[in-house]
């Protein structure tokens, strides 16, 4: 939801390397008062889960979600517990009041992009400016100018000064930030109390959190028919006016000249390939003709008496040849060997008599 880079369901290597970052900022650096969560020395705590939802990734998401995680530990309430031997209570919000967590201190980040090998620093930079950036160094800091996590990634290399600068520039906008963070917080506590309209419906009517919208316009409708007919009366006449419309053929008008009708007229390049197309119908054409002389030439030089059989199927073209009628030569030559065997018989007999 929040960019159409992250895919549903899986996290992209950005939402990794944020998780890890802000695990190293907000829980390593103990701005949590762990011990106020103990319930039972060594058997019931407080748990304590912070979930970020990116609505909309413009850019420097780290920083944003930096901040929205340290003003909701701020902002939470936890129910009051109360412990009788072994027997632990918890109170909900009617019976006691909740009570905030134990914060130390309240660590921020801050990230910096750098642009062709460290010659230009930015900060706060924007989605657009972060695909194009050579490198990015990412300091973790509170009001008291204490470093609480520093990471850098692009690979490029940066010198002692240019952290120390960015190291600088980290404290003021950490001091600025964490006095609009706790002046935010005071205003909720106080308008709670006073039972106004806080949180997320009070952003709503003042368009706090949309975007891209503009305040309601009182439109004025009185005398609206004399405003129309003064400004048709100021505005210049046509300069042609056609009464009765053209009929061409009935069912069909026009009313005026039009422009030149282009209906049905070529490119150039369509022009072109039509006469391309042409030319290469105009070649298989004479090809086929050609073809068609060979084969029947090729008939015409087959025998009369050799009866050529087609198979109507068009993926092969099969030729069926009958067997050959008996020629006179055959005829004759099995009448004299006939002939012969019937003689050879005849004198076998007369030998035998004699």
Request: with cysteine.
């Amino acid at each position: 939801m929040a960019a159409p880079g992250f895919e549903p369901g899986r996290q992209s290597e950005l939402l990794v390397k944020l998780n890890r970052l802000i695990e190293r900022c907000l829980r390593n650096s103990k701005c949590i008062d762990t011990e106020s969560l103990c319930v039972v020395a060594g058997e019931k705590v407080w748990q304590i889960r912070l979930d970020l939802h990116l609505l909309n990734h413009d850019g420097n998401i780290i920083d944003a979600a930096s901040i929205a995680g340290i003003v909701a530990l701020c902002h939470f309430r936890r129910p009051d517990v109360s412990v009788q031997g072994e027997e632990v209570t918890v109170y909900t919000p009617e019976e006691r009041d909740p009570v905030p967590l134990s914060i130390h201190h309240m660590p921020i980040c801050v990230s910096f992009a750098f642009f062709q090998q460290g010659t230009y620093l930015l900060v706060d930079p924007s989605e657009r400016e972060e695909c194009v950036m050579d490198g990015l160094l990412v300091i973790a800091m509170n009001k008291h100018r204490e470093i609480c996590t520093i990471q850098s990634s692009g690979g490029i290399m940066l010198v002692t000064d240019q952290v120390l600068r960015c190291s600088k520039i980290t404290a003021v906008k950490v001091a600025e930030i964490t006095e609009l963070i706790q002046k935010a917080l005071e205003n909720d506590q106080k308008v709670r109390k006073e039972g106004g309209k806080f949180g997320f419906a009070e952003s709503i009517p003042n368009q706090k959190i949309t975007a891209f919208k503009m305040e309601s316009a009182a439109v004025d409708t009185n005398n609206v028919e004399e405003q129309a007919e003064e400004i048709i009366t100021k505005a210049d006449p046509p300069s042609e006016v056609f009464a009765k419309p053209i009929l061409h053929t009935p069912g069909t008008a026009q009313i005026g000249e039009g422009i030149e009708n282009s209906w049905g007229d070529l490119e150039e390049s369509e022009r072109e390939e039509a006469v391309e197309e042409e030319g290469e119908s105009e070649a298989t054409a004479f090809e086929c003709q050609k073809m068609e002389t060979e084969d029947t030439s090729t008939i015409g030089e087959t025998k009369k008496d050799e009866p050529i059989v087609l198979s109507d199927s068009e993926e092969e073209e099969v030729v069926i040849l009958e067997p050959p009628k008996k020629t006179r030569t055959q005829t004759n030559l099995k009448q004299e060997n006939t002939s012969k065997k019937a003689f050879n018989k005849r004198r076998k007999k007369k030998r035998a008599a004699h």
